[in-house]
């Protein structure tokens, strides 16, 4: 198990997977330009010790790869967490003595995951009589940002009315020394916690922890989920929570950096602009405001942070993680659907790849009705839905099949919807259009009057053949 952020950068440089850098940089623009050439060639993590204005090192591009993403969860395979998940959350109802024990195993083993609280912490040995912000080595990612952003935060708060918890992944921008920007967008757990509040909830923000920790707050769980509940089950131990000095909220004992403070409903103030994972920039639009009322950190902490922009970025690789980690959640709600890929030119919600064994007339505009139906995948934008047998994440495969299938007036499918909020492209504030596209072959009963055509295959046996005799035949061919 990774016990925390140190134990994981130690594990990236021994598998060389971290560069360290001593030239000083500049958190300014600088770290973000760095950074960007490193993500868009599938470079290494990366840890700057010299940080102008920032006595703490800061950590960046600790995602940024497949391999990275699978070392991070001590998997050899993105799929594999989903097939536990799916293994736990199959529960039929338990015929016989044995099948009732078997299902009571499993609740035991996700019960056993719960957090637990201890009284004294590593992210408090070192408390800030005077919290100051502006100490943080926090990022100013790209020229036309509205200032710096802590873009990697975990945000604690409490649902008003039953006290759940919740984990978030919400940008804050930073005002001045102790007061910041909450950037709660209006699909998201926070914000509800705020609608249903008295106007002010309690927050605590971390910053730094264990790479499933981290990942947790990302993901899309139901709201009655505990994310750390979700991070124990993906890192097989339990998350130690604490709790924090001046608000009523806990926070994982081994980050490396907590920010305590309150959001006030009634302080809106403008936020923005910020250059999203979009490739584009957000707009100046009005949030509430965070006022911090305490800061403490570990001895000698580590800043981990990450910076979005056009893709590929290391937000992509954290979106890839979710896709298969909650595939099987999704089919056990839409089991038409047989594989899915939210490529990255979608930027997660501008486009979703989804495979269908399709067994009657209509059946891909129906599996589109389904995703818009799903979650945050109901603010998916373009869906395409393709036959069982098209590999989804082969996106020059797709784009062969979409263009020589669809017909425009027959395949498409177009409805209004919420859609998400940063979609610059929607005439109004998260509400516009979205479309799909049927490019599964077509039956009769679909209006398809011609026979439809069967696609060019060499048989096996003369496929079979060739292979064996390549050698004999001397002609050299290139990996691509």
């Not at 009315?161 to 007061?179: I, K, L, P």
């Not at 709201?223 to 709790?243: H, K, Q, S, T, W």
């Amino acid at each position: 198990m990774i016990r925390d952020l140190r134990d994981w950068i130690d594990r990236l440089r021994d598998a060389g997977e971290l560069v360290e850098v001593t030239a000083p940089v500049d958190p300014y623009l600088e770290i973000t330009e760095i950074t960007d050439r490193v993500s868009k060639r599938g470079g290494p993590a990366l840890l700057f010790h010299n940080v102008i204005g920032s006595e703490f090192p800061v950590l960046i591009n600790q995602f940024g790869s497949d391999a990275r993403m699978c070392m991070s969860l001590e998997v050899d395979s993105l799929d594999i967490p989903g097939q536990r998940i799916q293994e736990l959350m199959d529960l039929q109802p338990p015929h016989g003595l044995v099948a009732k024990v078997k299902a009571l195993g499993k609740l035991r083993e996700l019960a056993s995951f719960s957090p637990r609280m201890v009284k004294t912490a590593p992210c408090q040995e070192v408390w800030m009589n005077n919290p100051d912000l502006t100490k943080l080595p926090i990022l100013t990612c790209w020229p036309k940002d509205g200032g710096p952003f802590i873009t990697l935060p975990l945000v604690f708060s409490k649902d008003p009315e039953t006290g759940v918890r919740n984990c978030g992944m919400y940008r804050v921008q930073v005002v001045d020394s102790c007061t910041a920007m909450m950037h709660w967008q209006i699909h998201k757990d926070g914000a509800a916690h705020l609608r249903d509040s008295s106007g002010r909830v309690e927050v605590a923000i971390a910053i730094g922890t264990d790479p499933a920790v981290t990942y947790s707050a990302s993901a899309p769980l139901p709201p009655n989920i505990d994310e750390m509940l979700f991070a124990g089950f993906l890192r097989g131990d339990n998350v130690d929570m604490v709790a924090c000095r001046t608000v009523d909220v806990e926070v994982p004992a081994n980050a490396e950096f907590v920010i305590e403070g309150y959001v006030d409903a009634s302080d809106i103030r403008p936020e923005g602009p910020f250059g999203d994972h979009t490739g584009y920039y957000t707009p100046v639009d009005d949030y509430p405001t965070l006022h911090i009322t305490g800061i403490s950190h570990r001895r000698d902490p580590v800043y981990a942070t990450t910076i979005v922009g056009p893709p590929p970025m290391e937000d992509f690789f954290l979106g890839k993680a979710t896709e298969r980690m909650f595939l099987p959640l999704i089919r056990m709600t839409v089991p038409d659907l047989h594989d899915m890929n939210l490529p990255l030119e979608g930027v997660f919600h501008n486009c979703a790849i989804v495979s269908v064994n399709k067994r009657y007339p209509g059946h891909g505009k129906k599996l589109m009705n389904a995703v818009w139906g799903l979650g945050l995948l109901s603010l998916t934008r373009c869906v395409i839905v393709v036959d069982h047998d098209v590999d989804v994440h082969n996106v020059s495969e797709v784009a062969f099949i979409a263009f020589s299938n669809v017909d425009p007036a027959r395949d498409h499918l177009m409805v209004d919807g919420p859609v998400d909020a940063l979609d610059h492209a929607a005439p109004y504030f998260a509400f516009g259009s979205k479309i799909g596209f049927d490019a599964t072959r077509k039956w009769p009963g679909e209006g398809q009057v011609r026979p439809w055509p069967d696609p060019i295959r060499m048989s096996d046996d003369i496929q079979r053949r060739v292979d064996e005799r390549w050698d004999e035949f001397g002609i050299p061919l290139s990996e691509g």
